[in-house]
């Protein structure tokens, strides 16, 4: 009988597998979708990746990273970089005005603000 080859690993198009190679360098798998997604969130921020990883047939990544490295990945995975959300100044709240008074005009609607910048309406009978 011939010696059967063994069998491939099948392909996970939902998760990024993880190999050693025989130098102990870690050997990642990245599917398109979610090499967009760690592209996204800066996964490879303070690695190096050389060689520039490159697309294979299968749309997926190859990437290869020291153990150092591998370790920077995960910590990147568990702790994403905070989304720089719009800072948004604190409205000054409003210096109480004592509002000029008014004549009062019985023939024409007045409006006029109250402390809280509200508009306040007049309207004759």
């Known amino acids: 009988a011939a010696p059967q080859a063994a069998p491939e690993q099948p392909v996970d198009d939902d998760n990024i597998t993880a190999s050693k ?3 102990g360098n870690f050997v990642l798998r990245i599917p398109v979708g979610l090499w967009k997604i760690v ?3 800066d996964g490879f921020r303070g690695i190096t990746l050389s060689p520039a990883p490159t697309q294979n047939p299968d ?7 020291t153990v ?11 702790n994403p970089p905070q ?3 719009p800072q948004q100044a604190e409205p000054e709240p409003p210096v109480p005005q004592a509002a000029p008074e008014q004549p009062v005009d019985d023939d024409n609607i007045t409006a006029s ?8 309406l007049r309207i004759p009978v």
């Open 68 to 78: 150092a490295q591998w370790q920077i990945f995960q910590d990147n995975q568990k």
């Open 83 to 85: 989304q720089a959300a």
């Open 39 to 41: 592209q996204a969130n």
């Open 113 to 120: 603000k109250d402390p809280s910048g509200n508009f306040v």
């Open 21 to 23: 190679d025989p130098s």
């Open 59 to 65: 749309g997926s990544y190859t990437v290869i990273l």
